[in-house]
């Protein structure tokens, strides 16, 4: 049985002890965050665990429905993991991805609403706020093809024709396989996305070869596959299994885990994007 999963680690997890060929693996605790750094080094370990060539961070912090402090220990863990997969300098366009209208997968753009735009500050406005050295960022939400009629990809092409960033930060919620992983882990990756993957409704690759630009992918996981479930709790058969087609599940707090978990991520990556700045004053200027 083929289960549905985002996460790098969950792939390689299903390797049991042994870490598989042409990847390699590392984990350790930080603070009360636990880090996992995942790297696929070749063709040989993209065959192993079904993930281009690139790097995989996987940080497991607090159940975010239980998680009320937005600035605590696992902040900086998240902070300095992100800030490691970006460019050390250039502007950058935080893209979130998802639908605003289904909670479990409306991480992107409650993200997105929630980046430090500094883009549109220059010159005496820049000097009259007396934030200098701030990088040049810009956000928007890409909605989905349903409302749209356009793929996420081909919109975030256009907004990189356009704005000419240096890289690219995508945001969207992930599927894992381990319902313990639902809104207490947040993946990073140097590969970019193909958004629905893990739902099994792929769209449109979002990465460096697409777009020409690095794209660094951050995600938390909000569903798991309902034949998953079955086969791993309810010790059903793979006949029962199969009858719940392509249901997927979320945890009944899903309201309050994507209000934190965005609030969260996106603090995050304001952080490591503008490390001049505190991440108290960064949650005074995004509220």
Do not use: W
Request: hydrophobic share 40%.
């Amino acid at each position: 049985m083929n289960f549905r999963t985002d996460l790098a680690l969950e792939r390689c997890e299903s390797f049991g002890k042994n870490t598989p060929s042409g990847v390699r693996m590392e984990t350790f605790e930080a603070q009360k965050a636990r880090v996992t750094r995942i790297e696929v080094l070749n063709e040989e370990g993209e065959r192993e665990i079904g993930k281009p060539k690139g790097r995989y961070v996987t940080v497991e912090v607090e159940p975010f429905a239980r998680h009320a402090q937005f600035i605590d220990e696992s902040l900086p863990t998240l902070t300095e993991e992100i800030r490691k997969l970006l460019p050390c300098d250039g502007s950058a366009l935080v893209a979130g991805l998802g639908n605003m209208r289904i909670t479990p997968d409306a991480l992107g753009p409650k993200c997105a609403s929630m980046i430090f735009a500094t883009r549109h500050i220059k010159g005496e406005l820049l000097k009259a706020t007396g934030l200098s050295g701030l990088r040049s960022v810009s956000a928007f939400s890409t909605g989905v093809l349903g409302e749209t009629g356009a793929e996420a990809a081909e919109l975030i092409m256009g907004a990189v024709q356009t704005l000419k960033p240096d890289f690219v930060i995508t945001v969207d919620a992930l599927a894992a396989r381990n319902v313990e992983r639902l809104g207490t882990t947040v993946q990073m990756c140097s590969t970019g996305i193909v958004p629905g993957s893990g739902v099994g409704n792929s769209r449109q690759e979002i990465s460096e070869n697409t777009l020409g630009i690095p794209v660094i992918a951050v995600g938390v996981p909000t569903v798991v596959d309902a034949e998953t479930l079955i086969m791993d709790f309810g010790g059903g058969s793979i006949d029962e299994s199969k009858s719940a087609g392509s249901m997927m599940v979320t945890p009944r707090e899903v309201d309050l885990m994507i209000e934190r978990a965005s609030k969260l991520t996106a603090l995050a990556i304001n952080c490591a994007l503008q490390p001049g700045i505190s991440p108290e004053d960064m949650l005074i200027l995004t509220s």
